[in-house]
């Protein structure tokens, strides 16, 4: 059992690194770094753990260790009397995350908004064939999903912030 979950870790390491390496323009080490501390949890991984499961020099995991402290995508925390640092996830990589797609979704409102107004002075001044003029139901309806959407995320934002989530 205690086999299979380890396999399944791995196998969820690789992907989960492959998608951070192009989401988070990260080299492969690192993005293999972050997802292995993403899967292990609260308890946190230390530097010789990964070196050993990572399968990387301690140059490599040292220096992507460095670099991933630096983006403020892990922190770490140590033990009384362990004189290791354990690394975890750092909850506010989250919820920068979520500030960023929250405002990317503002952005794509604002220009769909004035796409759809100037859809509608057109259709308005300066289309008279009905068949003719713009349909701006994608527009009303994408708009109300940014609106809904940003909304829903925004909870869970909170809920981050509020510690109502222990990652």
Known sequence: MKENVCKEKMALVEKLGVHLEKREHLAPVAARILSY????????TTFEDMVKILCASKSTISTHLNHLQDL?????????????????INKDMIVQHIDNVINEWQEVKVLHSEIKNYKEKINNHKIENEDEKFELSFHNDYIQ?????????????????DNQFHI
């Open 145 to 161: 999903f940014l609106d809904e959407a940003s909304a829903s995320i925004e909870v869970l934002r909170k809920k981050l912030i």
């Open 37 to 44: 501390i993403i899967l292990t949890g609260k308890q946190g």
């Open 72 to 88: 403020n995508k892990i922190v770490y925390f140590t033990k009384t009397g362990d004189r290791k640092k354990y690394f975890i």
